[in-house]
């Protein structure tokens, strides 16, 4: 649940009058993506813009914010614009004060990992493996490696049209079970620091089902919705056919043509859309460090 306090209606109100800031939205050349260059989002943001970045989320699913030299309050406070935050499971990994920013790291510090260093190693929407879902990512980035660490996007709503009509209407009825314990003692098994889940944390990630093939509810757009990561099975299916089914429609789903190729640059702030697109991170070298943070924005029930 969100608390609305008094300083939030003072800056809304701040930041509906708020002058415009000069910044421009410049498409990426790739199925997904663009970058907003010259805004900073811990500047008060008026209506008319904030309308201009909430149209470039939903035409490119990713924006990346150039140059946030901003604090994890400004991150959340600019988060919290578009929805309610959600809080990850792997409480583990907070940011200390700050319990809606998740760090994803590969930094070890006196031998305990800082952050969740195996974030998206497997195609994935951000939560789907809840009732509502992830509407989108805020990812900010704090410390990047000299090479690798790249995170990749693939355009799911292009998954769907492309996908041959006879497996369209085939899929279009059916739903999927998505669960974050898919693949998480096959993770702990490879990353051993990752911790024991509580019974707590495990009542908490109780699995969901959603149809396979979801409508924005912004836009309108179908979109194929099942993952590698989270989902288990299709409902109603025997498992020999489920698994056929689902791997016949992860391998369509991130095709080179539907994928853009995020290479971090020093403070940016990605800004992906969960309901239109999966996303993997493509792999950092152990020797080098990787620190992000992250806020969750959440969705509507899937439709
Ligand atoms: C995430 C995630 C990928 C990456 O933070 O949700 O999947 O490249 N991260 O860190
Ligand atoms: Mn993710």
């Known amino acids: 649940m969100t608390v609305i306090t008094p300083t939030d209606i003072e800056n809304a109100a701040a930041q509906a009058v708020a002058a415009p800031q000069d910044f421009e939205v410049r498409p990426f050349d790739a199925p997904v993506g663009a970058e907003v260059v010259g805004l900073d989002i811990s500047k008060p943001?008026?209506?008319?813009?904030?309308?201009?970045?909430?149209?470039?989320?939903?035409?490119?699913?990713?924006?990346?914010?150039?140059?946030?030299?901003?604090?994890?309050?400004?991150?959340?406070?600019?988060?919290?614009?578009?929805?309610?935050?959600?809080?990850?499971?792997?409480?583990?990994?907070?940011?200390?004060?700050?319990?809606?920013?998740?760090?994803?790291?590969?930094?070890?510090?006196?031998?305990?990992?800082?952050?969740?260093?195996?974030?998206?190693?497997?195609?994935?929407?951000?939560?789907?493996?809840?009732?509502t879902p992830s509407l989108g990512s805020l990812l900010h980035a704090q410390e990047l490696p000299s090479e690798g660490g790249d995170t990749l996007f693939a355009d799911q709503h292009l998954a769907w049209e492309t996908l041959p009509p006879a497996l369209q209407q085939r899929i279009l009825p059916l739903k999927a079970e998505h669960s974050y314990l898919a693949?998480?003692?096959?993770?702990?098994?490879?990353?051993?620091?990752?911790?024991?889940?509580?019974?707590?944390?495990?009542?908490?990630?109780?699995?969901?089902?959603?149809?396979i093939v979801r409508t924005?509810?912004?836009?309108?757009?179908?979109?194929?919705?099942?993952?590698?990561?989270?989902?288990?099975?299709?409902?109603?299916?025997?498992?020999?056919?489920?698994?056929?089914?689902?791997?016949?429609?992860?391998?369509?789903?991130?095709?080179?043509a539907f994928v853009y190729r995020h290479e971090w640059k020093p403070h940016d702030l990605v800004f992906w859309d969960n309901r239109s697109l999966m996303h993997l991170a493509a792999g950092t070298p152990d020797h080098l460090r990787r620190k992000l943070f992250r806020t969750t924005i959440e969705g509507d029930r899937v439709f």
């Open 183 to 211: 693949k998480y003692e096959e993770l702990r098994a490879k990353n051993p620091w990752r911790p024991k889940l509580s019974q707590q944390q495990v009542d908490q990630v109780a699995p969901a089902v959603h149809p």
């Open 216 to 256: 924005h509810p912004e836009t309108g757009r179908k979109a194929l919705f099942v993952s590698e990561h989270f989902t288990t099975r299709i409902v109603g299916l025997p498992q020999d056919e489920s698994d056929a089914l689902l791997a016949e429609l992860f391998a369509h789903s991130v095709q080179p």
């Open 45 to 131: 943001i008026n209506a008319a813009d904030f309308a201009r970045l909430h149209r470039a989320h939903l035409d490119h699913h990713v924006v990346v914010f150039r140059d946030q030299r901003v604090s994890p309050e400004d991150h959340v406070a600019f988060s919290r614009r578009f929805g309610p935050l959600q809080i990850h499971v792997l409480h583990q990994f907070q940011l200390q004060g700050h319990p809606e920013v998740l760090i994803v790291s590969n930094i070890k510090e006196n031998g305990e990992p800082i952050g969740l260093g195996d974030a998206g190693v497997y195609w994935h929407s951000d939560l789907s493996y809840k009732e």
